[in-house]
């Protein structure tokens, strides 16, 4: 089935520095990325939607500006946190989403901001 | 707009106990649903999906049925093991999104506690 790999899946780093997040579509092309973050206990918000090629749809109420999406190719998407921040830490998924396949997810990214 | 509802939990069964999540949704045309299981630490797994009216999905012992007049996609299980222990999230496809760029909706997530 489709695999989508997600590093790091752990990280901790600094207040003010910034931090990329890669997911990539290992055995499918994936034309459309989803990022969702998670805080404890609660559902997964849509950050934002990024099409290969085009700028990255955001939801309202998030930073563009802070949240970075990049989807250079079919098969990598990344997002950087920029200027990190503690608040910013939570547990971010990426999801891709192929014609026909459905929706498949990344494992996670635990983010620490100290 | 389209939302979907879930029931609150915890839910803590005993092994082999019956398992039922209810899941409620709101949507403005046809979409799909789909039930999604996180184990501790990880991401999302897709554990079953139903397409249009009276479908059924089903997987590993799971099941859920699209009931288009009462707007519900519960999910059941006969018998619950220990390792069904995990968060379960009902979701929709938005289907006003269209082709590729349908965004996923979520429940807000049950966490499911079999004890042994």
């Known amino acids: 089935g489709a695999v989508v790999s997600q590093h790091p899946s752990r990280v901790i780093c600094k207040s003010g520095t910034s931090v990329k997040i890669e997911c990539r579509s290992l055995d499918f092309q994936a034309t459309t990325m989803f990022w969702y973050r998670q805080f404890p206990k609660q559902s997964l918000m849509l950050m934002a939607t990024s099409n290969e090629g085009s700028k990255a749809t955001y939801e309202q109420g998030v930073e563009k500006d802070k949240f970075l999406i990049n989807h250079a190719s079919l098969t990598l998407s990344t997002l950087t946190v920029t200027s990190a921040h503690p608040e910013d830490s939570s547990f971010y998924i990426c999801s891709a989403r192929d014609r026909g396949q459905g929706y498949t997810f990344g494992s996670g990214t635990r983010l620490t901001v100290v | 707009g389209d939302s979907v509802t879930q029931m609150e939990g915890p839910v803590t069964l005993s092994e082999e106990a019956f398992l039922t999540i209810n899941c409620t949704y709101t949507?403005?045309?046809?979409?799909?649903l789909f039930w999604y299981v996180q184990y501790p630490g990880e991401g999302l797994q897709l554990l079953l999906k139903a397409t249009k009216a009276d479908d059924k999905g089903s997987n590993k012992g799971f099941e859920a049925t699209y009931r288009k007049e009462t707007t519900s996609f519960h999910l059941e299980k006969g018998s619950v093991q220990v390792s069904d222990s995990a968060v379960y999230f009902c979701a929709l496809s938005d289907p006003r999104g269209g082709g590729a760029t349908n965004k996923l909706i979520f429940g807000t997530g049950t966490l499911l506690a079999v004890q042994p």
């Open positions: 949507a403005t045309g046809y979409p799909s």
